[in-house]
């Protein structure tokens, strides 16, 4: 079965309208898909991937994919297959593109729809969700597609072997046992920060109802705001939830360590993201003015290299890790399995579109062949779900393990006519 075309479209939500997803920094976010489609001999099988953008910049992404395509036009999909590894690296690693990144930024962004596309194409192939096509493979033929590229100083390929060998004795001799998993997760929906206290205090009660235990927050804006509504939320949700605050990268080091002690007495589980990305340092340097919170991070952190500094620095407590901006499960893949060496547990980002779809198969990945660590928890926000044909599914407060074919986040023909930024009705 041959690859016959790739397709990219540039897939904007005007989601701005309604604040959803307004953080300290980001303030008008449009959710978008630089969307991918794969197309074969077969009508009926395409690989679908996408990377999450928030609007402007998301046309540079599907720019960046055109550079990619020859890399598997023509080819079988068995040989793509085969191959994965070595695709991984003629994309990540392009002699000319690696100048505008390398590893990074927007043509890692697009590295992730393109590769997210592929393993989608791939599972469907072989009529399994991704979650389960990879737990299914080989240990030696999995690592063969993984890049453990600048990293054998802190995991080798031996060792991850050991690592997935020896979770994979525990799994059931009837696999399809799997399938009836509930993953737990928390709910960043009720808190954006352009949300007015009313409508964040309805949507908490509503998300109590539902069942949510674990609620996160934006701040950043104005401590004394912040304070505020931590204690708002904090009275609606009682001592026995959890809470979890996230600046987006708004304070400066010595800001973060200053606000952290105003936002103390409201016992939050972890500060996310409080400063820069790249400031692998300047966390390490929070954590030790406050050894008493936890950090977490990993939502912007751009590849391998610096999730592998951040882990070994003990530098962040939960990590989480991105479905879309580290380029797909070849890179995703080697830094669950750093997390699991260390003992640090993951805490996938998700929301925007797809990420939910995406992290309900690294979750089961992660806990079935990887990570020994006890904690298991997940992102989710509602955002744009209607948009997809199977949308990640919530039950009890937790995700419900897919089990159609493929990567999940095929989205609804008539969503992909309307909001296509050059062609959609809605832009045009
Ligand atoms: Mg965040």
């Known amino acids: 079965m041959r690859v016959t075309n790739v397709k990219t479209q540039d897939i ?36 679908i991937g996408l990377t999450f953008t928030i609007g402007k910049g998301n046309d540079l992404c599907c720019k960046s994919i055109e550079y990619f395509k020859e890399f598997i036009l023509e080819k079988e999909i068995e040989e793509i297959e085969k191959e994965l590894g070595i695709i991984w690296e003629k994309v990540t690693n392009h002699s000319q593109l690696r100048w505008v990144g390398p590893q990074k930024g927007v043509t890692h962004l697009a590295a992730a729809a393109f590769l997210n596309g592929i393993w989608d194409l791939i599972s469907k192939y072989h009529k399994k969700p991704l979650w389960r096509y990879v737990i299914d493979l080989e240990t030696y033929e999995l690592l063969d597609k993984l890049s453990f590229s600048y990293i054998d100083d802190v995991i080798t390929k031996k060792e991850a072997a050991e690592i997935i060998d020896q979770k994979k004795q525990n799994l059931p001799s009837n696999k399809d046992e799997l399938n009836s998993t509930i993953f737990p997760a928390y709910t960043t929906a009720a808190g954006w920060l352009g949300y007015s206290d009313d409508k964040m205090k309805d949507l908490i009660k509503v998300n109590l109802k539902k ?4 609620f996160k927050m934006k701040v950043g804006q104005d401590i004394e705001r912040d304070i505020h509504r931590c204690k708002l939320v904090r009275e609606l949700i009682g001592k026995e939830n959890k809470l979890m605050v996230d600046s987006n990268q708004v304070w400066s080091v010595n800001q973060t360590i200053d606000s952290i002690s ?23 340097k929070i954590k030790d003015a406050h050894p008493d919170v936890k950090l977490a991070t990993g ?24 479905s879309c ?13 750093i997390a699991s060496k260390f003992n640090t547990p993951v805490i996938p980002h998700a929301g925007g579109i797809g990420l939910c779809e995406y992290v309900q198969h690294l979750n089961l990945i992660n806990k079935f062949i990887i990570t020994n660590n006890d904690l298991f928890l997940s992102e989710y926000a509602e955002s744009c779900s209607e948009h997809f044909d199977n949308p990640a599914i919530i039950k009890d407060g937790g995700y419900l393990t897919p089990t159609n074919p493929g990567y999940s986040v095929k989205i609804k023909d008539s969503s992909l006519r309307e909001f296509d930024y050059n062609e959609g009705t809605y832009w045009n």
Not at 211 to 214: I, K, P, S, V, Y
Not at 270 to 278: I, K, R
């Open 211 to 214: 069942g949510w235990t674990h």
């Open 325 to 337: 901006r580290i380029a797909s499960i070849n890179e995703i893949l080697p830094v669950l399995l």
């Open 299 to 322: 939502e912007m952190i751009q590849n391998k290299v610096i999730f592998k500094q951040f882990i070994e620095n003990k530098s962040l407590d939960y990590c989480q890790i991105d």
């Open 262 to 284: 105003r936002l103390k007495e409201f016992d939050i589980m972890f500060y996310e993201e409080p400063t820069s990305p790249d400031d692998i340092i300047g966390f390490r």
């Open 12 to 47: 904007r939500f005007p989601t701005s309208k309604d604040n959803l997803g307004s953080d300290a920094v980001h303030v008008d976010c449009d959710y978008s898909a630089t969307y991918v489609t794969i197309e074969t001999e077969d009508v009926n099988l395409k690989g």
